[in-house]
């Protein structure tokens, strides 16, 4: 799935970038060589980088 058309980023990619980096959206974007063009993707790209960034955070949480 698409989530930045005007850039054509994927979800996965965005999620990959999550992982390797703690920075913000608009910076994992410039990452990726890319910036925000009409910013609709902005919520969404925020809502599933905070979900990798949980999923991520959840072994060591067990671990503990």
């Known amino acids: 799935m698409y989530v930045c058309i005007c850039n054509a ?4 990619d965005l ?4 992982r390797t980096s703690r920075c913000d959206v ?3 974007y410039a990452r990726m060589g ?5 910013a609709q ?3 969404d790209a925020e ?3 905070a979900e990798e960034r949980a999923m991520a955070a959840e ?3 067990q671990a503990a």
């Open 41 to 43: 993707c902005i919520e």
């Open 59 to 61: 072994p060591q949480l």
């Open 9 to 12: 980023i994927r979800e996965t």
């Open 34 to 38: 890319k910036r925000p063009q009409c």
């Open 26 to 28: 608009e910076a994992l």
């Open 15 to 18: 999620r990959c970038a999550a």
């Open 47 to 49: 809502d599933i980088v």
